[in-house]
């Protein structure tokens, strides 16, 4: 209910702000996302849409017949005119559409307007439905039915080929017309390529005839987990699944917008949905049953069974007749090994195969990769090619397999160097379903990880860890949206954008083209069009962004509020909502007592969304942070006063605000900048046992009025975290029996070395998360 009255309202808002509110204007602006390559001002005269305007296509070009379609629709929607397709091109007021172009790149197109015409010619029917989308987004006010378009030239082509966007259909099923108008989004974004994911343990969504139990069975789970509490569940049953027909439909609506439908069937783990309803294709046999929670499960299909890869075969054979992509992707990742290691009939292939340990790879590593190798020359063997998530490096990968590239950079950087094709989607900045925003307060529900728009958009995918002839294998870029916490498509739409907008320029824009700023100033026409078609998206990009800095002694901080041109920012202390009527900022200002900072900036035509932070002070507020051990390079802080900076991290471990250690334990000392008494010192931690972030496993404490001779305050070791926890926030606090002297503290916390035997990468080293330090 919370989500829906949320977007209900940004939506409203924002239809008034950039679709009524502003001075209506009729001049196009080509300065469209993505950016093309090069837009070049003539003087050949503007161009006039009217009533009377017509779309020429080549005779008997139906490729370019349904592209003149769709800009008629573009057109109408935006301006209401709809302009009349013919198949002559003479004449004056005429929107040109060819394939003549000359260029390597056969998405590339040239778009003249001169006073009598619009020319969009492309190097293939999909350049031309790109210089279509660049007409359609530079019409910048919607309901303006005379749209003026200033004569230029514009050259554009993408960088990248494989342009993708993934959509998770397996944990909540979205139907035929939402998938429809996730299409019509990525078409609206330039990108080409459409990654379903089908399958996955909580449900099967593809019918196959040969075994009508996966969509009788595997397509439905009693019920879902509530939120990160894989304790509480929310009773209601949740499934679907697309008939082979609504599939075809699917495969020809993308085609009709230039875009190909990938098909994922994840395999030999993320399967337990289809061992539900087939349990003999798994180790033990079963029983099983779809699962209720999220995250990596134990059972996964049996590789040593010949009937097991005999299933995915057939299941692959009957995907492949339905979806014609040239890539099938099938998963390879997040497989534990713990039932293969115990099942007879793996051990036995693990001999017949000779798939001994090599020192890099355990003998169950090297099955995965002799199954996954036999599948893939399955689909080889048809004229497909066979991609996978990055774990399929592990054991040795199978020849032609493309990598997708999603725990970081390295999957892609080594999957290059071995020749193969790889496409970078790395959960650092391409995972849609983490937050947008630190101020969870104000979101819907989503993983707790935290990619603001930003930061997908400075994503370079290309490392210059490559050689130049390397690089060639980085063939594109895709964003990944995993929907565990999306049950409705609303939702989905809300965290895609307009952080899609971000990727695709990632996709299509040459780098040194790109700029943040520029982006943002041009994303209020974009917007105008998520407007026009009732599309949710995150405000984010609008907000006030507050920034904090040292006072002059520890103990009170100054507090500096920017927003976008144009902009007046009101915030409030007391921790009321902030309004035009509130505070109105003009200079930095200090800080002194813990309260609840909230902002918002108003605009000349809407309001942004608030922003807000809770800022803790204390005697050590901005007091000197030495590190005695460095943190980890992944996890080091976003400033070297990150731990008493009055910022509390939340329950989003890559906010930032956590500094992080493995394998290694933490060790700071604070300089309070004079003596002062205390009686209170408090450590916040993190722990997320799904992100390998564990309890500390001891506190220690000193304290020093010298910084030479340090007094022991506190010492206590600590237990090993047990099975089930959900996410949560611990903080341990040193009460002194009595206020002692001090201006150093000296505060050592132990690391897990060891994951406990439940976890499942028991034995391994597990992160410790710490964020603010707090002196009273």
Same mark, same amino acid.
Request: charged share 20%; aromatic share 10%; with cysteine.
């Given at each position: 209910?919370?989500?829906?009255?949320?977007?209900?309202?940004?939506?409203?808002?924002?239809?008034?702000?950039?679709?009524? @509110?502003? /001075?209506?204007?009729?001049?196009?602006?080509?300065?469209?996302?993505?950016?093309?390559?090069?837009?070049?001002?003539?003087?050949?005269?503007?161009?006039?849409?009217?009533?009377?305007?017509?779309?020429?296509?080549?005779?008997?070009?139906?490729?370019?017949?349904?592209?003149?379609?769709?800009?008629?629709?573009?057109?109408?929607?935006?301006?209401?005119?709809?302009?009349?397709?013919?198949?002559?091109?003479?004449?004056?007021?005429?929107?040109?559409?060819?394939?003549?172009?000359?260029?390597?790149?056969?998405?590339?197109?040239?778009?003249?307007? /001169?006073?009598?015409?619009?020319?969009?010619?492309? @190097?293939?029917?999909?350049?031309?439905?790109?210089?279509?989308?660049?007409?359609?987004?530079?019409?910048?006010? /919607?309901?303006?039915?005379?749209?003026?378009?200033?004569?230029?030239?514009?050259?554009?082509?993408?960088?990248?080929?494989?342009?993708?966007?993934?959509?998770?259909?397996?944990?909540?099923?979205?139907?035929?017309?939402?998938?429809?108008?996730?299409?019509?989004?990525?078409?609206?974004?330039?990108?080409?390529?459409?990654?379903?994911?089908?399958?996955?343990?909580? #449900?099967?969504?593809?019918?196959?005839?040969?075994?009508?139990?996966?969509?009788?069975?595997?397509?439905?789970?009693?019920?879902?987990?509530?939120?990160?509490?894989?304790?509480?569940?929310?009773?209601?049953?949740?499934?679907?699944?697309? $008939?082979?027909?609504?599939?075809?439909?699917?495969?020809?609506?993308?085609?009709?917008?230039?875009?190909?439908?990938?098909?994922?069937?994840? =395999?030999?783990?993320? =399967?337990? @949905?289809?061992?539900?309803?087939?349990?003999?294709?798994?180790?033990?046999?079963?029983?099983?049953?779809?699962?209720?929670?999220?995250?990596?499960?134990?059972?996964?299909?049996?590789?040593?069974?010949?009937?097991?890869?005999?299933?995915?075969?057939?299941?692959?054979?009957?995907?492949?007749?339905?979806?014609?992509?040239?890539?099938?992707?099938?998963?390879?990742?997040?497989?534990?090994?713990?039932?293969?290691?115990?099942?007879?009939?793996?051990?036995?292939?693990?001999?017949?195969?000779?798939?001994?340990?090599?020192?890099?790879? $355990?003998?169950?590593?090297?099955?995965?990769?002799?199954?996954?190798?036999?599948?893939?020359?399955?689909?080889?063997?048809?004229?497909?090619?066979?991609?996978?998530?990055?774990?399929?490096?592990? #054991?040795?990968?199978?020849?032609?397999?493309?990598?997708?590239?999603?725990?970081?950079?390295? #999957?892609?950087?080594?999957?290059?160097?071995?020749?193969?094709?790889?496409?970078?989607?790395?959960?650092?900045?391409?995972?849609?379903?983490?937050?947008?925003?630190?101020?969870?307060?104000?979101?819907?529900?989503?993983?707790?990880?935290?990619?603001?728009?930003?930061?997908?958009?400075?994503?370079?995918?290309?490392?210059?860890?490559?050689?130049?002839?390397?690089?060639?294998?980085?063939?594109?870029?895709?964003?990944? *949206?995993?929907?565990?916490?999306?049950?409705?498509?609303?939702?989905?739409?809300?965290?895609?954008?307009?952080?899609?907008?971000?990727?695709?320029?990632?996709?299509?824009?040459?780098?040194?083209?790109?700029?943040?700023?520029?982006?943002?100033?041009?994303?209020?026409?974009?917007?105008?069009?998520?407007?026009?078609?009732?599309?949710?998206?995150?405000?984010?990009?609008?907000?006030?962004?507050?920034?904090?800095?040292?006072?002059?002694?520890?103990?009170?901080?100054?507090?500096?509020?920017?927003?976008?041109?144009?902009?007046?920012?009101?915030?409030?202390?007391?921790?009321?909502?902030?309004?035009?009527?509130?505070?109105?900022?003009?200079?930095?200002?200090?800080?002194?007592?813990?309260?609840?900072?909230?902002?918002?900036?108003?605009?000349? /035509?809407?309001?942004?969304?608030?922003?807000?932070?809770?800022?803790?002070?204390?005697?050590?507020?901005?007091?000197?942070?030495?590190?005695?051990?460095?943190?980890?390079?992944?996890?080091?802080?976003?400033?070297?006063?990150?731990?008493?900076?009055?910022?509390?991290?939340?329950?989003?471990?890559?906010? #930032?605000?956590?500094?992080?250690?493995?394998?290694?334990?933490?060790?700071? $000392?604070?300089?309070?900048?004079?003596?002062?008494?205390?009686?209170?010192?408090?450590?916040?931690? *993190?722990?997320?046992?799904?992100?390998?972030?564990?309890?500390?496993?001891?506190?220690?404490?000193?304290?020093?009025?010298?910084?030479?001779?340090?007094?022991?305050?506190?010492?206590?070791?600590?237990?090993?975290?047990? @099975?089930?926890?959900?996410?949560?926030?611990?903080?341990?606090?040193?009460?002194?029996?009595?206020?002692?002297?001090?201006?150093?503290?000296?505060?050592?916390?132990?690391?897990?070395?060891?994951?406990?035997?439940?976890?499942?990468?028991?034995?391994?080293?597990?992160?410790?998360?710490?964020?603010?330090?707090?002196?009273?």
């Amino acid at each position: 209910m919370y989500f829906k009255q949320f977007i209900l309202g940004a939506l409203g808002l924002l239809t008034t702000t950039f679709a009524q @509110a502003q /001075t209506p204007t009729t001049k196009a602006n080509f300065r469209v996302v993505p950016l093309p390559q090069e837009i070049t001002n003539t003087s050949a005269g503007a161009f006039s849409l009217n009533a009377q305007t017509r779309i020429a296509y080549p005779k008997g070009n139906t490729a370019l017949q349904k592209d003149a379609e769709l800009l008629a629709q573009y057109l109408f929607a935006a301006t209401k005119v709809r302009p009349a397709l013919t198949t002559a091109a003479q004449g004056r007021n005429l929107i040109v559409l060819s394939t003549t172009l000359k260029n390597n790149n056969k998405e590339a197109y040239r778009l003249e307007v /001169t006073k009598d015409r619009i020319t969009i010619n492309g @190097a293939s029917a999909a350049g031309t439905f790109y210089g279509i989308q660049t007409l359609r987004k530079a019409i910048p006010q /919607t309901g303006a039915q005379k749209v003026s378009f200033p004569s230029v030239t514009i050259a554009d082509q993408p960088r990248f080929g494989y342009r993708g966007a993934m959509l998770d259909v397996a944990r909540h099923f979205f139907s035929f017309e939402e998938v429809k108008t996730f299409i019509d989004i990525l078409a609206l974004h330039n990108i080409n390529r459409f990654h379903m994911h089908l399958t996955d343990d909580q #449900g099967w969504r593809i019918e196959i005839k040969k075994y009508p139990k996966l969509t009788e069975v595997s397509s439905m789970r009693p019920e879902t987990m509530v939120g990160h509490d894989a304790s509480k569940f929310d009773g209601k049953p949740h499934g679907g699944f697309y $008939t082979q027909e609504q599939a075809r439909a699917i495969v020809k609506y993308a085609a009709d917008r230039h875009i190909m439908v990938i098909p994922e069937i994840d =395999m030999p783990g993320h =399967m337990v @949905a289809a061992l539900a309803a087939y349990p003999e294709l798994g180790c033990t046999g079963g029983p099983y049953k779809v699962r209720t929670t999220w995250g990596i499960a134990e059972e996964v299909l049996c590789a040593g069974n010949d009937r097991t890869l005999q299933f995915a075969k057939d299941v692959l054979s009957e995907v492949m007749d339905i979806f014609p992509a040239e890539y099938v992707y099938i998963g390879g990742d997040e497989c534990p090994k713990v039932s293969w290691a115990k099942c007879p009939r793996c051990q036995a292939r693990i001999k017949e195969k000779g798939l001994a340990a090599d020192g890099k790879h $355990t003998a169950e590593e090297r099955l995965q990769s002799y199954f996954m190798s036999d599948i893939a020359n399955f689909i080889t063997a048809r004229g497909r090619k066979v991609g996978g998530w990055d774990e399929i490096l592990e #054991g040795g990968i199978a020849p032609n397999a493309t990598v997708l590239s999603w725990r970081g950079m390295e #999957g892609g950087i080594e999957a290059a160097r071995l020749g193969h094709d790889a496409i970078m989607c790395p959960v650092s900045h391409l995972y849609l379903d983490y937050y947008q925003t630190n101020d969870r307060e104000h979101e819907p529900l989503a993983f707790n990880g935290f990619i603001p728009i930003e930061k997908t958009y400075d994503f370079n995918p290309v490392s210059p860890k490559l050689t130049a002839e390397e690089a060639k294998h980085i063939i594109g870029v895709q964003a990944n *949206l995993w929907t565990e916490h999306m049950d409705n498509f609303p939702h989905v739409e809300y965290m895609a954008l307009p952080r899609l907008a971000a990727a695709s320029e990632v996709q299509w824009t040459m780098p040194e083209k790109k700029n943040f700023d520029d982006f943002a100033n041009r994303m209020p026409q974009l917007l105008n069009i998520y407007n026009l078609n009732k599309y949710r998206y995150g405000r984010h990009l609008f907000n006030v962004n507050i920034a904090l800095s040292p006072a002059e002694k520890p103990g009170s901080l100054n507090v500096t509020l920017t927003a976008r041109k144009g902009a007046t920012i009101y915030y409030t202390l007391d921790g009321t909502a902030p309004t035009a009527k509130s505070l109105r900022y003009t200079q930095p200002f200090p800080v002194k007592k813990s309260c609840k900072l909230r902002t918002i900036a108003v605009y000349p /035509t809407f309001t942004s969304n608030e922003n807000s932070e809770d800022l803790l002070i204390s005697k050590a507020t901005m007091a000197e942070v030495k590190y005695n051990v460095e943190p980890d390079a992944k996890y080091p802080g976003l400033s070297p006063r990150e731990l008493t900076n009055g910022l509390q991290g939340s329950v989003i471990f890559n906010s #930032g605000r956590w500094v992080g250690y493995v394998g290694k334990d933490l060790d700071l $000392t604070l300089d309070l900048g004079e003596v002062k008494p205390i009686r209170l010192i408090s450590v916040r931690t *993190l722990i997320s046992a799904a992100q390998w972030i564990m309890p500390h496993r001891g506190l220690y404490v000193w304290v020093s009025t010298d910084g030479k001779n340090f007094e022991d305050i506190y010492d206590l070791p600590a237990d090993p975290m047990p @099975a089930n926890k959900p996410d949560y926030i611990d903080t341990d606090n040193v009460l002194l029996p009595m206020a002692k002297d001090a201006r150093y503290v000296r505060i050592k916390m132990l690391s897990e070395k060891s994951m406990p035997a439940w976890h499942p990468h028991t034995g391994k080293p597990g992160w410790l998360f710490v964020d603010e330090v707090t002196v009273e």
